[in-house]
């Protein structure tokens, strides 16, 4: 899936790295096409969201890019000014995660205490929204655009490292971890993209006290990113040595966890359970 969010930070690499190729600063820049130092700056870190093709032009001509590769930055730049899906979700999701996530070609996530995003059946992500206080019109909006979200499995891997806390939370109502259990299993036993791994509340306290994050892969030579979830709304990590220190506790994790096939043979015992 294209992404305008990925296409936006690739062609604001493609603009720094042409820029120093062509041995200029800003203010170098900015001072032959008579612009601020902060509107190149806001452009080549991606703070300002639609550059036109008129201004990206102007900067290619200035660091020489011609022909083919010229063309190519062209199309990151109207591929970058379209009006995604999730921009009419923004009062139920957080448009700076999902941009990344549409684009990312894998995916490792730890969800904590609830079942990962795009595990969940409709009825628990309304559970959730419900339990978050959102109006029954706002449930709606959550799960249609969580449906939305799950639309990415048909493309990038995902592999999820699953609380057996998370499912235990809905035990009140067997019915619903029955449905959740039995659509995990069927995620990770009938897609070689997906893989799950449970970790046992027998595991006791492990490196995943510190909260859930995500971990997402791009193509094209795109660096890893980590979304890290906060109460007051998550953020978009990029330092590479922030993004190994999450990448080492995912480790942890997955050592902690039990192997996929048991993953799946405690869910089926689960739901027979119940």
Same mark, same amino acid.
């Given at each position: 899936?294209?992404?305008?969010?990925?296409?936006?930070?690739?062609?604001?690499?493609?603009?720094?790295?042409?820029?120093?190729?062509?041995?200029?600063?800003?203010?170098?820049?900015?001072?032959?096409?008579?612009?601020?130092?902060?509107?190149?700056?806001?452009?080549?870190?991606?703070?300002?969201?639609?550059?036109?093709?008129?201004?990206?032009?102007?900067?290619?001509?200035?660091?020489?890019?011609?022909?083919?590769?010229?063309?190519?930055?062209?199309?990151?730049?109207?591929?970058?000014?379209?009006?995604?899906?999730?921009?009419?979700?923004?009062?139920?999701?957080?448009?700076?995660?999902?941009?990344?996530?549409?684009?990312? +070609?894998?995916?490792?996530?730890?969800?904590?205490?609830?079942?990962?995003?795009?595990?969940?059946?409709?009825?628990?992500?309304?559970?959730?929204?419900?339990?978050?206080?959102?109006?029954?019109?706002?449930?709606?909006?959550?799960?249609?655009?969580?449906?939305?979200?799950?639309?990415?499995?048909?493309?990038?891997?995902?592999?999820?490292?699953?609380?057996?806390?998370?499912?235990?939370?809905?035990?009140?109502?067997?019915?619903?971890?029955?449905?959740?259990?039995?659509?995990?299993?069927?995620?990770?036993?009938?897609?070689?993209?997906?893989?799950?791994?449970?970790?046992?509340?027998?595991?006791?306290?492990?490196?995943?006290?510190?909260?859930?994050?995500?971990?997402?892969?791009?193509?094209?030579?795109?660096?890893?990113?980590?979304? +890290?979830?906060?109460?007051?709304?998550?953020?978009?990590?990029?330092?590479?040595?922030?993004?190994?220190?999450?990448?080492?506790?995912?480790?942890?994790?997955?050592?902690?966890?039990?192997?996929?096939?048991?993953?799946?043979?405690?869910?089926?015992?689960?739901?027979?359970?119940?």
């Amino acid at each position: 899936m294209t992404s305008p969010t990925v296409r936006r930070r690739r062609l604001s690499a493609e603009l720094r790295r042409h820029r120093m190729q062509a041995g200029m600063t800003l203010s170098d820049v900015a001072q032959e096409l008579e612009w601020s130092p902060a509107k190149l700056g806001h452009i080549e870190t991606g703070i300002r969201k639609w550059p036109s093709v008129m201004e990206i032009s102007a900067l290619l001509r200035l660091y020489g890019v011609t022909g083919g590769r010229r063309e190519a930055i062209l199309t990151l730049v109207r591929e970058s000014r379209l009006r995604p899906w999730w921009t009419e979700y923004e009062d139920v999701l957080s448009s700076a995660y999902v941009g990344n996530e549409a684009g990312a +070609v894998a995916l490792r996530v730890y969800a904590g205490i609830l079942v990962p995003d795009l595990l969940q059946v409709p009825d628990y992500t309304a559970a959730v929204g419900r339990s978050l206080g959102r109006s029954e019109r706002s449930v709606d909006r959550m799960v249609a655009a969580y449906l939305k979200r799950q639309e990415v499995l048909e493309s990038a891997r995902l592999h999820a490292i699953l609380e057996e806390d998370a499912l235990q939370k809905i035990s009140y109502d067997r019915g619903l971890l029955r449905e959740q259990a039995e659509r995990i299993v069927e995620l990770a036993t009938g897609s070689d993209r997906v893989t799950v791994q449970l970790i046992p509340t027998s595991a006791g306290p492990h490196p995943g006290a510190a909260g859930p994050f995500t971990i997402l892969e791009f193509d094209e030579g795109e660096e890893d990113l980590v979304y +890290v979830e906060a109460t007051t709304g998550g953020s978009i990590v990029e330092a590479e040595e922030a993004v190994d220190a999450c990448k080492a506790v995912w480790g942890d994790l997955a050592r902690v966890a039990v192997s996929p096939q048991t993953t799946v043979a405690i869910l089926r015992r689960m739901m027979l359970l119940t």
